[in-house]
């Protein structure tokens, strides 16, 4: 069993920043990956950008390439969203996630076994 927590989200303006932090309880293994999936009411939730646990490398969607950075904390079930040049379309509930995969592709929500609650970002113009 594991479980996410969010926290880091706020109202900021265009131009700011913000680092969203998942803190994991439960068993982590570093085979699993983790990422950060956003969602606007009544859509369906899209990839941000995620960390291989094992080798450390990274994926993002080409509007979180070059303004976002995923991270994780060396000896700590912590893994961070560094949130740079934030603009209004940025505005979203950011979900934490984590999974052990099956040969499926780290960019779709439903290959994810656990999920945090979200954090709500707001960016204003």
């Known amino acids: 069993q594991v479980q996410l927590l969010e926290s880091g989200g706020g109202v900021v303006q265009a131009g700011d920043s913000l680092r969203l932090s998942c803190v994991a309880s439960?068993?982590?293994?570093?085979?699993?990956?983790m990422g950060w999936f956003r969602q606007d009411p009544g859509k369906e939730r899209k990839f941000v950008a995620a960390v291989y646990l094992r080798s450390n490398s990274t994926d993002y969607t080409d509007s979180a390439k070059g303004r976002f950075t995923i991270s994780r904390e060396n000896a700590k079930a912590t893994v961070h969203l560094q949130m740079n040049s934030l603009k209004p379309e940025d505005t979203a509930v950011y979900y934490c996630?984590?999974?052990?995969?099956?040969?499926?592709?780290?960019?779709?929500?439903?290959?994810?076994?656990?999920w945090g609650q979200g954090t709500q970002v707001t960016v204003s113009s």
């Open positions: 996630a984590a999974g052990v995969f099956h040969g499926a592709t780290i960019r779709i929500a439903r290959a994810y076994t656990y």
């Open positions: 439960g068993r982590i293994f570093s085979s699993m990956v």
